[in-house]
């Protein structure tokens, strides 16, 4: 049998996650698919970037951004994945930003 899990991760700005001290932790399974959203006023187009580990994100098949830079999708999951995603939404009314670690369980 085929086991599938899905998981929506959505952060709504303004939301300054330094202030608070600790990385979010999100949790996802092998074979499944984790869709990041990055922060930003849907009024005023952004510039966005992902990174991963601190180093721009290169898409491929298995790693897609979506909607402009808003979304990023992973799918399949695989333990390779895990680290710490981030993005960087730049307009006319400042920077957004988002860091989330990521653990693969599987």
């Not at 600790?22 to 009024?43: F, H, N, R, W």
């Not at 999708?73 to 390779?80: C, T």
Request: aromatic share 4%; with cysteine.
């Amino acid at each position: 049998g085929e086991d599938s899990r899905s998981f929506h991760v959505s952060f709504q700005a303004p939301l300054s996650l330094v202030s608070i001290g600790k990385t979010p932790s999100i949790t996802a399974v092998t074979g499944g698919q984790l869709i990041l959203e990055c922060p930003g006023d849907a009024a005023h187009p952004s510039n966005i970037e992902w990174h991963r580990e601190g180093s721009p994100l290169q898409e491929d098949a298995h790693r897609q951004v979506l909607a402009e830079g808003r979304f990023l999708r992973i799918q399949p999951m695989g333990a390779a994945d895990g680290g710490e995603y981030s993005c960087r939404a730049t307009s006319v009314l400042g920077d957004t930003s988002l860091r989330v670690q990521v653990e693969v369980l599987g």
